[in-house]
């Protein structure tokens, strides 16, 4: 069992930076990923990492303004968020899975992680 508890969410103003953290507790996990989902959409996937392997990838509407990375000593995944935009305003949601995944199609698909967290808000005003 693998337990996910997500920080850092909040109110910025567009172009600002947020960063949000995940620690993850219980059996170990080699693919942690965040997602979003505003209201009325579908969770999407933001970006992921692959605790093993070291590979990130990222959707293409975030790409060159978030950046994930992580401290394996605390068992954390950070997601640094800068030039934020009106339309990333979602909660956020961790995720995570003991395969270690190494595409972007397994590291995209809600279905692949097991373990999920609570979800934190972030908005993010023009």
């Known amino acids: 069992q693998v337990q996910l508890v997500e920080s850092g969410g909040g109110l910025a103003q567009a172009g600002g930076s947020l960063r949000l953290s995940c620690v993850a507790s219980g059996r170990t996990s080699n693919s942690m990923a965040w997602f979003r989902q505003a209201p009325g959409k579908e969770r999407e996937f933001v970006g992921a990492?692959?605790?093993?392997?070291?590979?990130?990838d990222y959707a293409d509407s975030v790409k060159g303004r978030f950046t994930i990375s992580r401290d394996n000593a605390k068992n954390t995944v950070y997601l640094q968020m800068n030039n934020l935009k009106p339309q990333d305003t979602a909660v956020y949601y961790c995720?995570?899975?003991?395969?270690?995944?190494?595409?972007?199609?397994?590291?995209?698909?809600?279905?692949?992680?097991?373990?999920w967290g609570q979800g934190t808000q972030v908005t993010v005003s023009s």
């Open positions: 995720a995570a899975d003991s395969v270690d995944y190494n595409n972007y199609s397994c590291f995209s698909t809600p279905s692949r992680y097991r373990y």
């Open positions: 990492i692959s605790w093993s392997f070291g590979r990130t």
